[in-house]
């Protein structure tokens, strides 16, 4: 299972928006609504940000957005902020019932 | 609140053995299917393995199959990864994580441990 593809680095002003993408195959991202979305800081354990493709837990920023697109996969996060710096990384079921994360990528939040 | 804390990670020779533990508190552990996820020093995430609330159902990225065994105690409410023939591509932190049930399948991941870090060398 290769993994998901994610541009390596996105950078934005404070106060703009920003959207990163995953590219899957029809084997993971589309084929099933199971995309998820991690914010990681340096030194930290990851945080889940969007489940099922646009879904937020409790506790996350309503700027934080998630959709897809065939085999793409995208977040967005508007009004951007300094504390969004950080990795973000994708992932998905696949139809071996097994989980493929993207390479990830690191947000610069100029 | 939900914790998980990982130990039993060091350092160990290419071909060693080392067995990493994870510890859950603040939910129902015996409901729940759990994975280890691992990062290696500054690079990307990667699901290593899964097991389903019952032990039932065990799944293995093929990078570890063969040489990785995930299991778990109900009764002592702990999660395990036994780890034999060690690479030096398998040094990562290794994080243990709980997974979020949707009708029949465990599709994504809610907490995640601290971490425990492994590092293969001689």
């Known amino acids: 299972q290769s993994a998901l593809t994610q541009p390596a680095s996105v950078s934005g002003s404070p106060g703009q928006s920003i959207t990163i993408s995953c590219t899957g195959t029809?084997?993971?991202?589309?084929?099933?609504?199971?995309v998820s979305w991690y914010q990681q800081h340096p030194g930290k354990a990851p945080k889940l940000m969007i489940y099922?493709?646009?879904n937020r837990p409790s506790g996350v920023s309503n700027r934080f957005s998630g959709s897809k697109s065939g085999n793409t996969a995208s977040l967005t996060i508007s009004g951007l902020q300094a504390e969004d710096e950080a990795d973000y990384y994708c992932?998905?079921?696949?139809?071996?019932?097994?989980?493929?994360f993207g390479g990830g990528t690191k947000l610069t939040a100029l | 609140e939900v914790q998980l804390v990982e130990s039993g990670g060091g350092l160990v020779q290419p071909g060693g053995s080392l067995r990493l533990s994870c510890e859950p508190s603040?939910?129902?552990?015996?409901?729940?299917?759990m994975n280890w996820v691992r990062q290696a020093p500054g690079k990307g995430l990667e699901w290593v393995a899964y097991i389903s609330s019952s032990s039932a159902t065990i799944k293995y990225a093929d990078s570890v199959k063969g040489r990785f065994t995930i299991s778990r105690d109900n009764a002592k409410k702990s999660l395990y990864l036994q780890m034999n023939s060690l690479r030096a591509e398998d040094t990562a932190v290794y994080y243990c994580?709980?997974?979020?049930?949707?009708?029949?399948?465990?599709?994504?991941?809610?907490?995640w441990g601290q971490g425990a870090l492994v590092t293969v060398s001689s």
């Open positions: 994580v709980r997974a979020v049930r949707i009708g029949g399948i465990w599709p994504y991941f809610d907490y």
């Open positions: 992932s998905s079921y696949t139809t071996s019932n097994t989980w493929v």
């Open positions: 603040g939910f129902t552990f015996t409901t729940y299917s």
């Open positions: 029809s084997s993971d991202v589309g084929s099933y609504n199971y």
């Open positions: 099922e493709v646009s």
